[in-house]
């Protein structure tokens, strides 16, 4: 078993920052590609950015590509997702995942655990 906790989210201003973080513990975290989704009021679930177990590959929705960047530090167990130039279409909950493979993962299938979500709020 995995437990996935988020933190980091608030509310904040067009143009601002954020930095959220991922603290997992359970199931070796080091092994798992990680990734980051978001959920908007009446919206599903999307795909933010993921990480490959070692950190070397990344990925982004176009969306956040240059202005989003996901990291890890493994032997804190800690995944990160700073968010840059935040506008109001980036208000969700956001939910970091431990994927059942090494590699980056895009699809939501190939995640097994999933954190109970942060909320971030951007205000015009």
């Known amino acids: 078993q995995v437990q996935l906790v988020e933190s980091g989210g608030g509310l904040v201003q067009t143009g601002d920052s954020l930095r959220l973080s991922c603290a997992a513990s359970g199931r070796t975290f080091s092994n798992a590609g990680m990734g980051w989704f978001r959920q908007a009021p009446g919206k599903g679930r999307e795909f933010v950015a993921a990480i490959s177990w070692n950190g070397d590959s990344t990925y982004y929705a176009d969306s956040v590509k240059g202005r989003f960047t996901i990291s890890r530090d493994n032997a804190k167990n800690t995944m990160y997702l700073l968010m840059n130039s935040l506008n109001p279409e980036d208000t969700a909950v956001y939910y970091c995942?431990?994927?059942?493979?090494?590699?980056?993962?895009?699809?939501?299938?190939?995640?097994?655990?999933w954190g109970q979500g942060t909320q971030v709020t951007v205000s015009s």
């Open positions: 995942a431990a994927a059942r493979v090494t590699r980056v993962a895009v699809n939501r299938n190939e995640y097994d655990y």
